[in-house]
């Protein structure tokens, strides 16, 4: 099976961190040839070198670019894919028509996020509504974001995000990292992700400002970059809270794995997010907003807690209590990291791509509910 995959760029981010996980886990399914097209010359991961991929990048020069249609014309003819498989919306829009005419399956995987509220006056919504009646299936990394598409039950499926338990490998020493971070040992407060819209550090650094209100051991770790961060740290100087700004890293195991707790505040909708998994990999308990896909993968009061949108009291007090009480902290998160292993895995992401791909191959393109694609 000739498996093509195409995402717009190998930036850091959540939907390129997995397509890194799948691409590894194919390469070790028998029967599986993977390619990759990237529509971007940036790559920020520096294990995909490793995966040795054969990879053709036809950068965009720009949104909408016609020429990327013939380009990547000339890569199915060579490499006469079984199932093209797309990451994005608008590398959708230029696959699926060129798919459907080389014959081969197409597989619509755009859909990594849960926004509420979504209208065709959404970019991401309306491109979704064109490439749907040309894909053989929708695919999503939560239920939540099947539902906020409006994904008709028969033409999609989820499968959630996968971890590599492999990663936990890379760490450094605990101590020799809170010393390269200039730390001391106290507990650590952290959160990982981009510092743009879809994130809210507001209440985070708020969340900060209130904890120093009581206690003036804590320290708080935002990692990530974005175009908000200088306003942030502005806000953040006049907390009171001890802050510290790590920008995007390449060492993100080793700083999770300082962490006392692992927070991750949506503004409008995870799908399944790659920063929870990464604390619950490291044992960490994680207090996450309750939008998108987060319910699918935090199961509250057991691995840790769900919190409204930008209610920063009811995340005070859960920060407070787990500081508190290190025992209850230590059971929450080796809940999360046994539920990780059991439905979270590298190993199980692999296996449901494969069995979607072999599924859609063996059925013609007959979907569940026996529509052809």
Not at 8 to 28: F, P, T
Not at 196 to 217: G, H, M
Request: aromatic residues 6%.
């Amino acid at each position: 099976m000739r498996v093509l995959q195409i995402i717009d760029s190998l930036v850091a981010g959540g939907k390129e961190r997995q397509l890194i996980e799948l691409l590894k886990g194919l390469k070790a399914a028998p029967g599986i040839v993977s390619a990759l097209v990237v529509l971007s010359d940036v790559v920020q991961y520096d294990e995909f070198a490793g995966l040795n991929v054969t990879t053709h990048v036809l950068p965009r020069r720009s949104r909408y670019d016609l020429s990327v249609l013939p380009r990547l014309w000339r890569v199915m003819r060579a490499f006469r894919p079984d199932v093209v498989h797309s990451w994005n919306a608008m590398c959708s829009i230029y696959a699926a028509p060129l798919a459907r005419l080389s014959g081969a399956k197409f597989v619509d995987g755009f859909i990594r996020s849960a926004p509420a509220g979504l209208t065709m006056r959404d970019p991401e919504f309306l491109r979704g509504r064109l490439t749907r009646p040309l894909a053989t299936r929708v695919l999503a990394n939560s239920m939540a974001g099947l539902a906020s598409f409006g994904v008709p039950a028969g033409r999609g499926e989820c499968i959630h995000n996968g971890f590599d338990f492999g990663r936990l490998g890379r760490v450094v020493d605990p101590d020799a990292m809170r010393r390269a971070l200039g730390l001391g040992p106290g507990p650590v407060v952290g959160m990982v992700g981009s510092l743009s819209d879809a994130k809210d550090y507001d209440s985070f650094i708020a969340l900060a400002a209130s904890v120093a209100a009581v206690r003036n051991d804590v320290t708080f770790l935002v990692v990530g970059d974005g175009p908000h961060r200088e306003r942030l740290e502005q806000l953040a100087a006049k907390s009171g809270a001890c802050v510290h700004f790590l920008g995007r890293r390449g060492d993100v195991e080793s700083i999770v794995n300082i962490f006392t707790i692992g927070v991750l505040l949506s503004v409008n909708g995870e799908g399944i997010s790659n920063a929870i998994m990464e604390y619950m990999a490291f044992a960490k308990p994680v207090i996450a907003t309750n939008c998108g896909g987060n319910g699918e993968i935090v199961e509250e009061g057991h691995t840790g807690f769900l919190i409204a949108v930008r209610d920063v009291p009811a995340l005070t007090e859960h920060v407070l209590r787990l500081l508190d009480d290190p025992n209850r902290a230590a059971i929450l998160g080796l809940r999360g990291r046994e539920r990780l292993r059991e439905r979270f895995g590298l190993e199980r992401m692999t296996r449901e791509h494969v069995r979607l791909y072999g599924r859609i191959l063996a059925r013609g393109g007959r979907l569940d509910d026996g529509r052809v694609a």
